[in-house]
């Protein structure tokens, strides 16, 4: 069975420093997909990066990278330069490619709280 | 610009009372999935249809119905809602496409009495 693991129920950081919030994942297929969401207090997922299972190159967008460790079956999401507004949930989910039956349906993790220190 | 669109952001409803959560998409998106989240257990997977009136259970559909008789109309239903099905519930939607992302409304907070 497909499984994502955060390990982190919470997290703080003090503004303008760097962090990492662990992800990993369990998974038989060989084509999958990692995607990860940010969640502030108003309650809307927001989505932050992707990583297919067969991209060679670590995903990167603005401040977000995906430190992607295959053979560990990790995919950390990097967060640089820490902002008060990067203060919300963050959600690791992953997607099987096999669709078959499940259309591609997201397994999400339990999700980390992080707060930014001013 | 994308949307999704959850007919009410608060709810508070009686125990036996039948409740309906609607959901709207207008990116003409196949995919659309209702979602249920609790402190601590992350979302999960009430039910999710890949076109109109087709619907599959998620993992854990008991005490919940869905109805898709338009493509952009996804909308959960709450038989006889019990306590146990206060939540802040989610529905999202998404394209074909192997790498589309899911697009989420946001959000009703549910509370059952």
């Known amino acids: 069975a497909q499984k994502i693991t955060q390990t982190q129920p919470g997290m703080f950081v003090q503004e303008k420093e760097a962090v990492t919030l662990d992800c990993t994942y369990d998974?038989?297929?060989?084509?999958?997909?990692l995607f990860w969401y940010k969640q502030p207090s108003s309650g809307e997922m927001i989505f932050l990066i992707y990583?297919?299972?067969?991209?060679?190159q670590n995903a990167t967008e603005g401040r977000y990278s995906l430190n992607f460790q295959k053979a560990r079956k990790s995919a950390n999401l990097v967060i640089s330069a820490s902002q008060l507004g990067d203060s919300a949930m963050y959600f690791c989910a992953m997607r099987s490619q096999n669709y078959g039956g499940s259309q591609g349906n997201l397994i999400f993790g339990k999700g980390t709280k992080l707060s930014v220190k001013p | 610009d994308v949307k999704v669109t959850q007919s009410s952001r608060y709810l508070v409803k009686r125990t036996g009372e039948k409740v309906f959560l609607e959901c709207v998409q207008d990116m003409d998106h196949e995919n659309m999935f209702w979602y249920r989240q609790d402190p601590g257990l992350g979302l999960r997977l009430i039910y999710f249809?890949?076109?109109?009136?087709?619907?599959e259970k998620g993992d854990i559909p008991e005490g919940y119905s869905v109805s898709r008789e338009k493509k952009e109309r996804f909308s959960l239903i709450l038989e006889s809602a019990s306590t146990n099905q206060t939540s802040m519930y989610l529905c999202?939607?998404?394209?074909?496409?192997?790498?589309?992302?899911?697009?989420f409304g946001s959000g009703t907070q549910l509370s059952v009495l």
């Open positions: 998974t038989s297929d060989q084509s999958y997909g």
């Open positions: 249809s890949y076109d109109v009136k087709m619907k």
């Open positions: 999202a939607s998404r394209g074909q496409g192997v790498v589309e992302k899911l697009f």
């Open positions: 990583q297919g299972s067969y991209d060679e």
